[in-house]
């Protein structure tokens, strides 16, 4: 009798703090998503030309008492450096992701004549690399964890060319803009009362932060489908958690789910603007780790904060239920998140960045600039065309 009461009890004691979390949770998305709504839909006038000013000028804050030549003598061993002279573009020969350079050198070719002279190093690895443990110095990555990082945030060269390549993708995930169209496309034919009312994730297993939801699919299949598709490491299943790799899908599948979920790679993810642009509530794991336009984002408005502390099967399930039972609400933001893309990660935007951040950045430079020899010219033959005269 003892051992079945005490069994009765513990069942009993874990359905209240179940129901006790699922409570907390469920008033927690309620009240911030009302609180977003309001500040979503303030109506603040902001030029496209500046819009994005904000996020340049914080990242260039460490730097207002200016830039050395000396400093940047200190970077040269940690990125490609360039030079624009002349509106004409100089790199360094050596580029250790040859379609990761030709993406940044579209941009910068094609805007060229709207740039001062100018001096910058640029990282294209995957992680940032000045900790704040260090002393500022102005390195341009793609992607930081702000409040562990200096780099200066630019658009990343998978806007243009030199994305992940994977199976579908043999030579890159391709033009943003292009990749952008054909989603909304899709999107627009495939309207939310057609899409399946659950979860989606399907990725490589980049780190741990997506067992989670992988098992929880397992579990309850009706709720989300998730699963591992190989990567460049794969030996076994081991490596997809004990289950066969998935076949690889084109971004344009997610697009056919309502709820998808983002997590971050090495650093940043690059998928999830795509994910965005499907006009899907997404789910994004919020640990810090950010592109240039994140911050400009509504959490709760244009996308659905996953925090750490949630990243559990647990929570998952709470959070997709609460996301079932509130179909209309996850629309919205799923609309939301349509319209911020598309009026705000267009080219123009992408070249508004560059020219404000490089034009910001020069004017912090103590020291003329003089045309390093060992520099390669860049050619702007065949670049994409500029928005602008």
């Known amino acids: 009798f003892n051992s079945l009461m005490i069994s009765f009890l513990l069942l009993l004691f874990s359905s209240v703090i179940a129901e006790r979390h699922y409570d907390r949770l469920y008033n927690e998305l309620s009240q911030s998503i009302a609180n977003a709504k309001i500040k979503g839909e303030e109506n603040i006038e902001i ?108 658009p990343a060269w998978s806007f243009h060319s030199g994305g992940p390549a994977i199976s579908i993708y043999p030579s890159g995930i391709g033009n943003w803009s292009e990749t952008k169209e054909e989603l909304s496309k899709y999107s627009s034919s495939h309207p939310w009362s057609t899409r399946e009312s659950r979860g989606f994730f399907i990725g490589s297993r980049t780190n741990h932060q997506r067992d989670s939801l992988v098992l929880l699919s397992r579990r309850f299949p009706s709720l989300v489908d998730a699963s591992f598709t190989k990567n460049q490491a794969y030996r076994s299943p081991q ?67 996953l925090k750490e502390r949630e990243n559990n099967q647990k929570g998952l399930k709470t959070l997709l239920e609460y996301a079932i039972e509130h179909d209309e609400e996850m629309k919205k933001i799923g609309d939301n998140a349509h319209s911020w893309i598309s009026s705000h990660l267009d080219e ?25 020899v060992s520099l390669m010219k860049v050619s702007n033959e065949g670049s994409i065309s500029s928005q602008f005269p």
């Open 239 to 305: 490596d997809t958690l004990n289950a066969e790799p998935s076949t690889e899908r084109p971004f344009e599948y997610n697009c056919n789910y309502k709820y998808l979920f983002n997590f971050r790679g090495i650093a940043a993810s690059f998928r999830f603007k795509y994910l965005l642009a499907c006009g899907s509530t997404v789910f994004h794991l919020d640990d810090g780790w950010i592109e240039f336009f994140y911050r400009k984002l509504i959490p709760y408005y244009h996308y659905i904060p």
């Open 348 to 372: 123009s935007s992408i070249d508004l960045y560059w020219i404000g951040l490089l034009s910001s950045y020069s004017s912090l430079l103590k020291f003329p600039i003089e045309r390093d």
């Open 47 to 154: 030029s496209k030309e500046l819009y994005y000013e904000s996020e340049w000028k914080r990242d260039l804050a460490p730097f207002q008492s200016g830039i050395t030549r000396e400093m940047m003598g200190q970077l040269e061993s940690l990125g490609n450096k360039y030079q624009i002279i002349n509106h004409t573009v100089y790199r360094a020969k050596r580029c250790t992701f040859p379609a990761r350079c030709q993406g940044v050198d579209k941009f910068l070719t094609r805007l060229a004549h709207r740039l001062e002279d100018t001096e910058f190093v640029l990282n294209d690895f995957d992680n940032p690399k000045l900790t704040k443990r260090a002393r500022p110095l102005p390195l341009f990555s793609f992607s930081k964890k702000e409040d562990d990082y200096w780099d200066i945030l630019y």
